[in-house]
């Protein structure tokens, strides 16, 4: 187990520098527009662009500087300094950090306390007309794209504009130290904006992943020991078939944790996702290269707690 | 007529083995008619796929339609459609879904809509899946260090924050002249590819999997006794095993490339403008928060098609493997 957990950190590492490299690369060979053109202000003299990117080493070969980026973060633990607002990027992404973690903690908790319950009856209840409209509603609630989503409750029961004005609307986003009951308030739609297609989504798989468990040997003997339907369901039945959602649990947090993008844009809420979305806009290479690598460092992690996890989980499995 | 008998005859776990196999084993239909037989039964599936032929047929027949309907064009501005205020107007009798803020149809650019985002989702899908195919079936077949490469290749794809990888690359290809000295340009063809880079992993996971299992089948090990080639092995002994699943996973990646496209036009990096894409359409009507018509209109039409194609996915899903069993 532990040679089986140093072998995948190796990868990981691994993983990660083929990752900021591809990154580099992509940025570096088409990028959205000259970062030393953006910071050099209106009508700048071509001598002045030319000292720009000669400050920000953009005019050195590309691999000289990638490798002075990787010398940075391996000995300095530093991702470079955005250029738009001056700042280390380690700092900007620390600074969103909490917006996007209260965000994704908030939507886990609203989509595990509805889809759960839900794919739990619906597989009880099979062929009911009840299992049917659930199902029905979750494809629905799939198919419903996250920003459209956010933009009708925003028109909805938004407290600005909204027909009915009920919720905080986009752009209140108040720290939780700060503020705890506005920090609750400004994030209820966001986090049921974000939770409806996860909620959905679990909600099917745990019904499928029940329907299939039901139907093993041991649940009929259970059944046939006595036990009540109550204790067979929860304590044989989901136990079991829980375990596949908590490996794509692990996997939608890694994701969600490296930034919500969408949802972070229509609910103007600055976390790491609007971050990233607007140092790709303004061509801010040190941001985006951040960004990304801790996007990505956020799911490789994810990948891995979730497989050493599955180990404890299901006795089956042995690394 | 014995259709119900034949059905119910599918349930057994024996028979069921070789529907899933699509190897023919089967005397009195092959296996494609049985899948069309369940297919057909399904009535939401049915419906699901005829919404989306109409669909096809709106998209492909915009021009006539929108001129049949007797709608102004989708690019074509109108000052005099506006309110007294320059703010657009809802729904009347000359256009029926309202107008935008330059007074251009809104029933006309949410037709002309479905041009950009069955065209990007349909070719996407499709060169992701021949992607995943070809990587797939040459990781699994030939194991060794070919798989070991083209594994960790998916790896890498999959350990990407996907969505900013694709803003990023549109953002980038969508200035100017695109971006690759021009091989990509700007619009469809970089969603298309930003799309298609980003979601073969998944076809090709799945594929590379089946394909270390088939390999191992005794029809395999005959084929190779007999001398066939590898590639004639491929082509002739696993491919034809592998069509139901890649189906299945190719329906699945569909409608999330539906919704992938919409989402890059919605943050501004897809179709240019003027051409009309639902996403754009949303993300343009979040600046008139008082047109309603503006915003429901093409979300609605955007969540209809990816519906359809979700219940189409499940029908298919259902029709090719029996075992999962009917909801």
Redesign the interface.
């Known amino acids: 187990m532990l040679r089986y957990i140093i072998r995948r950190l190796l990868w990981v590492i691994v993983l990660l520098i083929i990752v900021s490299m591809v990154t580099f690369v992509i940025f570096y060979a088409f990028p959205s527009a000259d970062p030393a053109v953006l910071r050099a202000g209106r009508s700048p003299s071509p001598a002045l662009i030319a000292h720009i990117r000669h400050t920000l080493g953009l005019d050195q070969p590309i691999y000289v500087q990638y490798w002075r980026y990787l010398e940075n973060i391996i000995l300095h633990f530093n991702f470079g300094y955005s250029y738009q607002f001056s700042l280390p990027v380690t700092k900007l992404i620390f600074q969103r950090l909490p917006a996007t973690i209260s965000l994704t903690v908030g939507a886990v908790v609203v989509w595990l306390l509805v889809g759960l319950p839900v794919g739990m009856i619906s597989a009880i209840r099979r062929r009911t007309v009840l299992d049917r409209a659930t199902m029905t509603a979750t494809l629905v609630a799939i198919s419903a794209p996250v920003y459209w989503l956010g933009l009708m409750s925003l028109l909805l029961v938004s407290n600005d504009i909204g027909v009915v004005h009920i919720f905080d609307g986009a752009g209140t986003y108040t720290g939780l130290t700060a503020d705890p009951g506005r920090w609750f308030g400004s994030l209820i739609l966001p986090w049921l904006v974000l939770a409806t297609a996860f909620a959905a989504f679990y909600a099917r798989l745990l019904r499928s992943n029940l329907i299939e468990t039901m139907s093993e040997d041991y649940i009929r003997t259970a059944r046939a020991k006595g036990l009540p339907e109550r204790e067979v369901i929860l304590r044989h039945g989901v136990r079991s078939a829980i375990t596949p959602i908590v490996t794509v649990l692990g996997i939608d947090i890694g994701t969600l944790l490296g930034g919500a993008v969408l949802t972070e844009y229509v609910f103007n809420i600055p976390g790491v996702g609007r971050l990233a979305y607007e140092g790709i806009i303004n061509a801010d290479l040190p941001v985006i290269q951040g960004t990304v690598l801790f996007g990505a460092f956020f799911i490789v992690i994810a990948n891995l707690i979730v497989d050493v996890a599955y180990a404890f989980l299901d006795p089956r499995v042995r690394y | 007529m014995s259709v119900g008998a034949a059905e119910s005859a599918l349930v057994e776990p024996e028979a069921v083995e070789s529907v899933e196999l699509v190897g023919g084993e089967i005397v009195a239909r092959s296996p494609w008619q049985m899948f069309w037989l369940r297919f057909r039964a399904d009535r939401v599936a049915m419906v699901s796929a005829i919404f989306i032929v109409l669909l096809i047929l709106v998209a492909v027949f915009a021009q006539p339609i929108v001129s049949l309907i007797g709608v102004t064009g989708p690019n074509q501005p109108n000052t005099g459609a506006l309110n007294a205020f320059g703010q657009p107007t809802g729904p009347s009798a000359a256009h029926p879904f309202g107008v935008d803020e330059l007074g251009r149809d809104i029933l006309a650019r949410t037709i002309y809509g479905a041009q950009v985002s069955l065209e990007v989702a349909f070719i996407a899908t499709g060169a992701a899946v021949l992607i995943g195919v070809v990587i797939g079936t040459t990781a699994g077949y030939f194991r060794g260090w070919v798989d070991t490469v083209l594994a960790r290749l998916m ?2 794809v ?4 996907i ?3 694709a ?3 549109a ?3 969508s ?1 100017g002249h695109g ?2 000295g021009g091989l990509i340009t700007p619009g469809r063809v970089t969603l298309i590819v930003v799309i298609a880079l980003s979601s073969w992993p998944y076809i090709g996971r799945i594929v590379r999997g089946q394909t270390l299992s088939i390999r191992e089948k005794e029809f395999v090990e005959a084929a190779r006794s007999l001398g066939a080639s590898n590639t004639r092995i491929i082509r002739r002994e696993i491919l034809p095993n592998l069509v139901a699943p890649i189906i299945v996973y190719a329906s699945l990646v569909l ?1 999330t490339n539906v ?1 992938y496209e ?2 890059l036009s ?2 501004g990096v897809g179709v240019q403008p003027p051409t009309a894409s639902w ?1 754009q359409m ?1 993300a343009s ?2 600046s008139y ?1 008082s047109a ?1 018509w503006y ?2 209109f093409p ?1 609605v039409a ?3 098609t ?2 359809a194609f ?2 189409v996915g ?1 029908g298919l899903q259902d029709a090719l493997n029996p075992k ?2 009917r ?1």
């Open positions: 790896d890498v999959l350990a990407f924050p969505l900013l990888l803003i990023g690359l953002s980038a290809c200035l971006c690759l409608p919704l919409a989402a919605f943050l996403g949303i009507a979040s928060t309603w915003m429901v979300g955007l969540m209809l990816v519906l979700n219940l499940d999962t069993g909801p």
